[in-house]
């Protein structure tokens, strides 16, 4: 039998998407996969954003139709033929899934007076234990604490079994008082008591434009996702707007002041006033044709749209608008993320749900694993490459959730016009030129120190550390930055160089080595050296190979380690060969712990079938986790084609074997991959620290 929870709630209004949404992603950290289901949605002709939004953060594969139980009208009168159709339509999907999350319904049908009630008898016909969230936006203790009492009466009196309680958008000065009087008040666990949050409620550019009836006539289609932080009748003169502008703002001005429209468009492109979300024009007028051609020319994402209604009509309505998590609110869903992950409780949760453990590891379970040992222990990483638009995107990302403290280097006006340009926030990072006097005057001190040798002088040296690789290489290695990424912009030689002449090894590692971490489909494997060593000795496969086994530990992947070769055992010779069981020797001499076999060909290491015709005692063969390649021509070639033929996430190089964290990036690196690198460094910066 699958195994579910019910997320519900007694009322309207109290967030249980955001409790939702963070318990999803803690689910699919601990198990295979996991389905989503919605008992009741709004209506069957409109897509619910919820469910959207789930689907899209479940860790397997789901359309929405198998998501949707029934809509209100079919409650309507016939609840009972309701409650069978949900119950038929759960089991028809959850047999495919390890795990089932039930998001109870919105309370937004005022003609269902007994909502509460049927959540509680679907949940108990679904046999899933509930969660329960009891929202306290407004609400003393006292009164949350009664809101509670009322909410367990509901649900026990239709004998759903309530497992756990979550207070949801509560006044953040009375988040301790909550918790004090609602534990003395009841005996089910109360695993969180999470503040209210203004974002969470922001509507989007989307539905202001649905809610003045407006048309997009110019900018990015993709931000109409974006929040709105506020909202600013332009109806004085433009020196006058400009002070009153926020980040994130909607303009709203009359259509007929085309004065308006490109001195707003100059601020947002600016970088020296906030960035906007939308302009909103009134009265049904389209910018004359001169101002279209401005706009084209200032390649505009800003999305500006007219609406026929006058300013103060699309004032009041837009003022009205409420918004709630989607699928293309990007910035919401970050922040309800990282505000879950810092208020509740989530193993306690996932105890209370009776969550099993599972051997199969998705990528999404190891991105999301990844991303919570970052945010666990954040460690400062600095960026060097601050004019690449996907450097900016990946810092966003990473530190909306909280992910990492990031420096990123440049010039401040420039990051911040190119950040504004693509829709990326990095105003939470710390900004600081490659040119800073007081900087390279420290750096060009030290790196003469350490290059003395080499005969380098201190005006070679300022010359040298103003470069961004040496410049964030420096920060590294005087404790300014915990660890660095680089490469977006640069070869891997103009990344990694620097460490070697400054950062150097670890003690006891003689040869700096990279890894791939490989997300299969259900695991998560070790290809070490698939970047930089190009023919590596005996010694240095050694090393290799302990080094691939220490990050594989930091990772959370039991080292297994298998020396590949195109032999197995003892079946072979051959200098290639030779030199694989000789590396094999020295791990097995320098690191006793270590399981580890070699020489041995890559099916053997992997496959059980085959490893046990070939190795049938070997505790590595056949399910090898560490496979270590003969040279780079063979590891980088294989890790390609595993990639590109059985659609494995490839993430690396990481590089290891440095006294401190550096890694480097593809050219064609995503913004996807940059956040992955960015928290690797940091767990890696944890792990050396």
């Known amino acids: 039998m699958t195994r579910s929870v019910y997320v519900t709630s007694a009322e309207g ?45 479940a860790a397997a594969d789901q359309d929405y139709d198998s998501a949707i139980g029934v809509a209100y009208d079919q409650v309507h009168g016939h609840e009972d033929d309701a409650l069978s159709l949900i119950v ?30 049927f959540n509680a008898e679907v949940a108990v016909n679904l046999g899933s ?16 604490t009664t809101a509670v009492t009322l909410a367990l009466t509901e649900l026990n009196g239709h004998h759903a079994h309530p497992v756990a309680l979550v207070v949801n958008r509560a006044k953040p000065d009375i988040l301790h008082e909550i918790r004090t009087t609602v534990t003395a008040a009841t005996d089910l666990p109360l695993l969180g008591v999470v503040p209210e949050v203004p974002l969470l409620r922001s509507p989007t ?31 004085m003169s433009m020196p006058n707007v400009l002070q009153r502008l926020v980040d994130d703002a909607t303009v709203i001005a009359p259509g007929d002041r085309y ?18 979300s939308s302009i909103v024009l009134t009265g049904g007028y389209q910018p004359p044709e001169s101002v279209v051609r401005l706009i084209d020319g200032a390649r505009l994402e800003l999305p500006i749209i ?7 009509d699309t004032a009041n309505r837009v003022g009205q608008v409420r918004g709630g998590l989607g699928p293309q609110a990007r910035t919401k869903v970050q922040a309800s993320l990282r505000t879950f992950a810092e208020h509740v409780d989530t193993a306690a949760l996932l105890d209370k749900v009776k969550l099993g453990g599972s051997p199969v590891v998705t990528p999404m379970m190891f991105g999301h694993r990844l991303l919570e040992r970052a945010r666990a222990d954040r460690r400062r990483i600095v960026l060097p490459e601050g004019h690449d638009p996907r450097i900016l995107l990946a810092a966003d990302n990473v530190l909306r959730r909280g992910v990492a403290d990031l420096t990123i280097l440049g010039d401040g006006k420039e990051i911040q016009a190119i950040a504004s340009s693509v829709g990326a926030d990095v105003t939470a990072a710390q900004i600081i030129s490659p040119t800073d006097p007081e900087l390279v005057a420290k750096f060009a001190e ?58 150097k090894t670890q003690p006891g590692v003689k040869v700096v080595s990279s890894v791939f971490l490989m997300l299969l489909a259900d695991e998560v494997l070790v290809y070490g050296d698939c970047a930089i060593n190009t023919d590596p000795t005996a010694a240095e496969l050694a090393d290799i190979a302990i080094s691939s086994s220490r990050t594989a530990e930091q990772f959370d992947i039991a080292p297994r380690v298998a020396m590949l070769s195109y032999s197995t055992g003892s079946s072979g010779a051959g200098a290639d060969v030779d030199k694989v069981r000789e590396a094999t020797a020295l791990v097995r001499e320098r690191a006793p712990e270590l399981l580890v076999e070699g020489p041995i060909q890559y099916d053997a290491a992997v496959e059980p079938s085959v490893a046990k015709s070939k190795m049938p005692d070997s505790p590595v063969a056949g399910q090898a986790s560490v496979l270590i390649f003969p040279d780079l021509n063979t590891g980088n070639n294989t890790y390609k084609a595993v990639q590109r033929s059985a659609g494995a996430v490839a993430i690396g190089p990481v590089l290891q074997g440095l006294n401190k964290a550096v890694n480097d990036l593809s050219r064609g690196a995503t913004v996807e991959d940059i956040i992955n690198t960015i928290a690797i460094t940091a767990v890696q910066a944890q792990g050396i620290s």
């Not at 809610?211 to 932080?229: F, I, K, M, T, Y």
């Not at 007219?306 to 103060?312: G, I, K, P, S």
């Not at 005087?478 to 160089?497: E, F, N, P, Q």
Request: hydrophobic fraction near 45%; charged fraction near 20%; aromatic fraction near 6%.
């Open 205 to 235: 550019v989307a539905d202001v434009m649905n809610a003045c009836d407006g048309s997009l006539v110019h900018g990015n289609q993709e931000w109409l996702g974006r929040e709105v932080r506020g909202f600013i009748v332009a109806a």
């Open 446 to 503: 030290t790196y003469t120190e350490l290059r003395k040798h080499k005969g380098m002088t201190l005006e070679q040296a300022r010359e040298i550390v103003t470069d961004v690789s040496y410049f964030g290489t420096m920060m590294v290695h005087l404790g300014l930055a915990d660890g660095m990424v680089s490469g977006a912009a640069h070869t891997t030689a103009d990344t990694i160089r620097p460490s070697f002449e400054i950062i």
């Open 259 to 276: 004065d308006i429209l490109p001195g707003l468009v100059l601020a947002h492109q600016s970088g020296t006033f906030p960035a906007l």
């Open 306 to 312: 007219v609406t026929e209604r006058d300013t103060f």
């Open 88 to 117: 038929e339509r759960f089991h028809a999907m959850a047999d495919r899934y390890d795990f089932v999350l039930v998001v109870g319904s919105d309370f937004t049908d005022i003609t269902t007076g007994r909502e509460a009630a």
């Open 13 to 57: 209004q109290s967030g249980k998407s955001t409790v939702a949404l963070g318990l999803l992603q803690s689910l699919v950290a601990e198990t295979g996969s996991v389905g989503v289901f919605r008992p009741i949605t709004a209506s069957k002709s409109r897509r619910d954003p919820i469910v959207e939004l789930m689907i899209q953060h």
């Open 129 to 144: 234990p509930v969660v329960l969230v009891v929202p306290g936006f407004g609400r003393s203790a006292n009164e949350v």
